[in-house]
């Protein structure tokens, strides 16, 4: 490593400036091939047909039956659902990401030494985290289950119920998120806080700074990066919701607890068969999601200058 | 999580080395009797918060054996339970054939297609080689349920319909943006001389990469094996809108659906048994594997 690295640069940009030979060329797209050929046949060309399906009339059962544009979209917008389920999309999402991004962090500074206990402690938090959603959401089914539950006894006599009205579904489905992906964004954190270098900490304390001073004003600006990815990543797995409220809550109770991603799948395939207005809806959470995520990309960035 | 494998050193070249985790409090490890008292609260603290993580699975899986009302296994301990899954609609075996028919194909091609793509993208010099990966790495930005549904019409024209290897391949695709990333950061990490020096020998390039390469990227591509496993293994959203037919359901949906079979009764017994059958195989890897599964999450954090 310390042999190649210092002459690896020059001679990557030599290779760089040369022209590519026919035959590496060739040779590349060989090996990239099977690539190329799954991503267009299985990405592009999708996302080319999500567009087309969105501005046809397109029954589930009959297939492509023409144009029809705007139609789907004004169909999706005016879904009786369509409001309900962007508005509580966006409140899980929120408080998901809030939750997820203060607990990783917290989580991550408690077990940051290392150390035998420690290693442990990263393990079972971490351990959740390899079991899928959609059995983790089974797992919480039945921990929440008023008969099978073993906190049954507790929360008849507090007279409460874990999915019966509307909040307590939300808050319910909120620590299932929590238990499955806290470990996940305590990994991204660990990261974060090693790259910070240790002499910084070492000046701040030097200068006589508390750990909270401490924490405020050095590991927070410098987890920035950090704090970014993270983010974007909650953010887009909370706005595309589904396993965990379709098995859980299944939208209940009162349709309380629809998100975006479950009515697309409702529209399609659950009932209304409409596989156009389906696409209108995708096409409009994929615009979304770009946009959101551009937003926040320039909001961190534009926060470092 | 000692970071000291190939893949995540060649990410960590460019920048800083992540810095050593030394005790920064001194005392704080020492096991003087002021030590220990200093230390306890903090030990029942997070001991207390790792219970909480772990108490639900070791609950479920006690529970699954354990006699409760309203199950096959009313009295007693014992598998009561797990003899209701066996015998649910096509059976339980055949719904784990199904997901190990589907996780095994979606990890051979992972493997093979990632290799391949992160050995000419790291090493070769080709017309559309970026614009190739900035378009694989673009599958991420979009929304499962906005690709499925395409998906389902596509693979309907195709004869892939209600298919198991419609699914490996559905999924195999949602798999690339990160095994491609991640194969592409391996090959970079391994010496350009390693594989120059064998093709000096005489090698071709893919000789090279079969002789000397894939050991070199060994770590690599069982992170890659074992991401591609535990997504295809748990995957429900893929199989629940591209699968109809009941003998060909996967496991999540074969018991997510065996809840409410019976006049709408609900047979929580068996629900835990298949929870236990489902989680057993990830967290035996994830125990086997945590070096490799936690140096997934990192390569990803590192480069952004």
Redo the contacts between chains.
């Keep these: ?1 310390n042999v ?2 210092p002459a ?1 640069p020059p ?1 990557a940009a030599v ?2 400036r040369a022209r ?1 030979s026919r035959r ?13 050929v ?2 267009a046949a ?6 080319l ?2 567009v087309k ?1 969105s501005v046809s009339r397109w029954p589930l059962l009959t ?1 492509d039956q023409g144009l029809n544009a705007p139609d789907n979209f004004t169909k999706a917008v005016d879904h009786r659902f369509f409001t309900d389920s962007v508005v509580f999309t966006v409140k899980y999402t929120v408080i998901a990401t809030v939750l997820l991004l203060a607990l990783g962090l917290g ?1 991550a500074l ?6 035998r ?1 420690n ?10 985290s ?6 983790a959401s ?6 929440y ?1 008023p ?2 539950s ?1 906190l049954a006894p507790v929360v008849e006599r507090l007279g409460i119920t874990f999915l019966g009205s509307p909040n307590a579904a939300l808050f319910s489905t909120v620590f299932l998120i929590v ?1 499955r992906y ?3 964004y305590m ?2 954190m ?3 806080l ?5 002499d910084v ?1 070492e000046a701040a304390r030097s200068d006589g700074a508390s750990r909270w001073q401490t924490f405020r004003s050095v590991t927070l600006p410098l987890l920035r ?2 704090l ?2 993270t983010t974007v990543l909650c953010v887009t797995g909370s706005l ?1 919701a ?2 965990q409220f379709y ?1 859980l809550t299944k939208g209940g109770p009162d349709n309380s607890t629809i998100t975006v ?1 479950q009515l ?2 409702m529209i ?2 659950q009932g209304q068969n409409d ?1 156009g207005v ?2 209108a809806l ?2 409009i ?2 615009a979304a ?2 946009l959101i ?1 551009a937003l926040q990309l320039r909001a961190f960035r534009s926060e470092e200058n | 999580m000692t970071v000291d494998s190939s893949p995540t050193r060649a990410a960590d070249a460019g920048s800083r080395r992540p810095a050593e985790r030394a005790p920064t409090r001194p005392g704080s490890r020492g096991l003087t009797i002021a030590g220990v008292a200093y230390r306890t609260p903090y030990w029942v603290f997070t001991g207390a918060v790792a219970v909480v993580f772990l108490f639900p699975l070791v609950w479920t899986a006690v529970a699954s054996v354990s006699p409760q009302a309203g199950t096959n296994q009313v009295t007693g301990w014992g598998f009561g339970n797990y003899t209701t899954l066996a015998h649910y609609q096509a059976g339980v075996w055949r719904y784990l054939a199904n997901s190990a028919f589907v996780s095994l194909l979606t990890v051979a091609l992972t493997l093979l297609i990632s290799l391949l793509g992160g050995y000419a993208f790291a090493r070769f010099r080709f017309p559309g080689r970026n614009i190739l990966f900035l378009l694989t790495l673009a599958i991420l930005m979009v929304p499962y349920a906005t690709l499925l549904i395409p998906l389902y019409v596509l693979l309907n024209e195709v004869g892939l319909q209600n298919s198991l290897v419609g699914v490996a391949l559905v999924l195999t695709m949602f798999q690339l943006p990160f095994s491609t990333f991640l194969m592409r950061i391996s090959f970079e990490a391994v010496p350009r001389e390693l594989d120059e020096a064998a093709k000096v020998d005489g090698c071709s390039s893919f000789t090279a990469l079969w002789r000397v390469l894939v050991p070199a990227v060994k770590p690599g591509l069982i992170t890659v094996g074992l991401f591609a496993f535990l997504a295809a293994w748990n995957d429900f959203m893929a199989p629940l809108i591209l699968i109809n037919d009941s003998e060909r359901m996967t496991l999540p949906l074969a018991v997510s659906n065996l809840r409410g079979q019976v006049q709408g009764v609900v047979d929580y017994g068996a629900t835990e048994a298949g929870v236990v059958v489902l989680a057993l195989p990830c967290v035996v890897l994830f125990l086997l594997l945590q070096r490799h599964y936690v140096r997934g999450f990192m390569s990803g954090a590192l480069k952004g």
């Design positions: 490593m190649s690295a690896r001679s290779r760089g590519p590496q060329a060739l040779f590349g797209w060989i090996y990239a091939t099977p690539t190329a799954f991503v299985l990405f592009v060309l999708p996302l047909l999500v399906m297939g989580m408690l077990v940051q030494e290392s150390s206990w290693n442990l402690l990263r393990a079972s938090f971490l351990v959740p390899a079991l899928g959603l959609a059995s089974l797992l919480f089914y039945v921990l289950s008969y099978a073993p238990w806290a470990g996940f990994v991204l660990l990261v974060g090693q790259s910070i270098p240790a900490f990066p950090t970014a990815l595309l589904f396993e098995i991603v697309i799948y399609a395939f596989l389906a696409a995708s096409v959470v994929l999601l770009v995520n």
